[in-house]
């Protein structure tokens, strides 16, 4: 065992740094980092009376909040390991999270009562039941307000490989996994985003919460506390754009963890063009790839402050970084336009073949990786494990390329490629020119059975407001554009795009909606 600093000590270091400055802002509430810390260490107190101990899985369900905000700090200081989810996931999915990860507690937002049931029902490891937002004995100022008297003051010891966070994978290929995160490679995880996303980040930076903090935004919301910059929050659950770039222009917020989604959302709201926005430096886009046309529009509303990177939960997010000065929306060949950019500092990426061999510039296979960015495994799943580190490196399962200079180009997921008459057709490519059209706003491409070709593309299009989309005309638009064979043999217009918990287009339910000949919504 090696020992490492357990994650809590940012909190606290910072609390008596900076006791005075404001931690979190959310509604019409500032915390300062005095409070928050206090807060975190009577919970922690009342938690550890109850029975929770090192090593034991304490599941969060709940939306953002300043209680949120504290249950993961609360965990660390007496060395638990925080399981947040997704809390637009449903009650069955809820409950399969917290059998599968064995939680000894579970706190739920008051909100969901259903889900609450169906965990206690499929948990019987759980020991402790707490509520966001309830008015009972046990709730979470319940919590703060028992262990008040005689907070936890020193954080529990802690090993470099002692867990700290199961971060769930969204599930694509199947049941979610756990993915095992660390004391010591999220230490690595909060050096390095402060390194390569926003160099300079201190307490005199604001960001603006616009994301669930149970995955990518929590791991962005550790920087800020190292650093002792203030978190805002946005008021409710759903992105009001209008009200973040209000709180974007009345805090100077510096700095922001979106995916594409909402970064599109944000930059095509007419508010922007109304908001002072000058203090804006790092806005960081990740999750899902981001179309070439979107990026544009982004950089021509936003100006030079993009950051994207590329990166897993099994890796933190730790895998590329594409900073301010390699954007443009010109086409310029000197920079990687289509890319996600180079290594993160201390990460290695290789372009590996079926039989795990490296592969040179310019040739496309798996994406893998190695570093202390990188996960310990998935929670009890030695199978997936075997499969996940084959050959040394982590399989990431997308498929892409390394340039020359080492900037990394992703072509998609592994599984979303599709083989037409012999030949490999890679979706994203092809989305990536549908989008050019003006009428088109989403397009989503899948390989679906063809008796001729034994595969062959549908592109499911949605049309810009006030646009409608001819699918001859955007076959004639392809033309000169992407080679033939790429063409899609059959384009559908849906109003549209289904999309996950995370915000993604989840490509099986879209071939399950074009077998079923559905719509999203259950329309035909």
Same mark, same amino acid.
């Given at each position: ?9 940012? #909190? ?64 660390? #200081? ?18 399969? +999270? ?10 739920? $937002? ?21 509520? @966001? ?20 003051? =020193?954080?529990? $010891?802690? !090993? ?31 050096? /390095? ?7 300079? +980040? ?5 960001? #603006? ?9 929590? =791991? ?72 070439? !046309? ?19 939960? !099994?890796?933190?997010?730790? @895998? ?51 570093? /202390? ?7 009890? /799943? ?36 599709? =083989?037409?008459?012999?030949? /490999? ?8 020119? +549908? #989008? ?33 989309? $001819? ?10 554009? +992407? ?42």
């Amino acid at each position: 065992m090696i020992p490492t600093a357990n994650l809590a000590s940012l #909190l606290l270091q910072t609390a008596r740094r900076l006791p005075d400055r404001p931690a979190l802002v959310w509604r019409d509430r500032v915390w300062t980092w005095r409070e928050t810390a206090a807060r975190a260490a009577a919970a922690a107190a009342a938690l550890r009376a109850r029975g929770i101990g090192k090593g034991d899985r304490v599941l969060v369900h709940a939306r953002n909040s300043n209680a949120m905000f504290e249950s993961v700090w609360a965990c660390w #200081l007496i060395g638990a390991v925080w399981v947040p989810t997704n809390f637009r996931l449903s009650p069955p999915e809820v409950a399969y +999270l917290a059998a599968s990860s064995r939680a000894r507690a579970h706190l739920f $937002d008051a909100a969901f009562p259903a889900h609450r049931a169906a965990a206690r029902e499929a948990n019987a490891q759980c020991a402790l039941e707490a509520t @966001i937002g309830g008015d009972g004995t046990t709730d979470w100022e319940a919590l703060v307000a028992e262990g008040a008297a005689e907070p936890v003051a =020193i954080p529990a $010891d802690a !090993e470099r490989d002692h867990p700290a966070w199961f971060f769930y994978t969204s599930g694509t290929t199947g049941r979610p996994k756990g993915a095992v995160l660390t004391h010591g490679q999220l230490g690595f995880v909060v050096v /390095n985003h402060i390194a390569d996303l926003m160099p300079g +980040l201190s307490e005199r930076d604001a960001s #603006l919460v616009v994301a669930p903090l149970s995955h990518g935004a929590g =791991i962005h919301a550790l920087a800020q506390v190292a650093r002792g910059a203030k978190s805002v929050l946005l008021p409710g659950e759903r992105l009001d754009t209008a009200e973040a770039w209000r709180l974007i222009e009345a805090h100077r917020v510096s700095n922001m963890f979106t995916v594409p989604t909402i970064l599109n959302a944000l930059a095509r709201d007419p508010t922007a063009g109304t908001r002072d926005r000058s203090s804006l430096r790092h806005v960081i886009y990740a999750g899902a790839p981001m179309y070439r !046309e979107d990026q544009k529009h982004a950089l021509r509303v936003l100006g030079p402050c993009l950051v994207q990177y590329y990166g897993l939960g !099994e890796v933190t997010g730790n @895998i590329t970084v594409l900073p301010p000065e390699w954007h443009t929306a010109e086409d310029d060949p000197a920079f990687p336009v289509g890319s996600c950019g180079y290594p993160r500092t201390g990460i290695e990426i290789a372009i590996l073949d079926a039989e795990n061999r490296p592969l040179p510039a310019g040739e496309t296979g798996e994406i893998c990786v190695r570093g /202390n960015a990188v996960f310990a495994g998935y929670f009890e /799943n030695e199978e997936a494990n075997a499969r996940a580190f084959a050959g040394g490196w982590f399989h990431t399962g997308d498929l892409g390329h390394l340039d020359a200079r080492g900037f990394l180009t992703i072509t998609g997921r592994a599984s979303d490629m599709y =083989i037409s008459g012999g030949s /490999n057709v890679y979706p994203r490519e092809v989305e990536e020119v +549908l #989008l050019t059209h003006p009428a088109v706003a989403e397009a989503c491409v899948v390989g679906m059975p063809d008796p001729k070709w034994g595969e062959s593309g549908v592109a499911v299009l949605v049309p810009r407001a006030g646009a409608t989309i $001819d699918p001859a005309a955007v076959l004639a638009h392809l033309d000169g554009r +992407l080679a033939r064979y790429k063409w899609p043999a059959r384009i559908v217009v849906w109003p549209e795009l289904p999309r996950s918990g995370y915000g993604k287009v989840p490509k099986r339910e879209v071939r399950r909606l074009l077998e079923a000949g559905e719509a999203p919504g259950g329309g035909a």
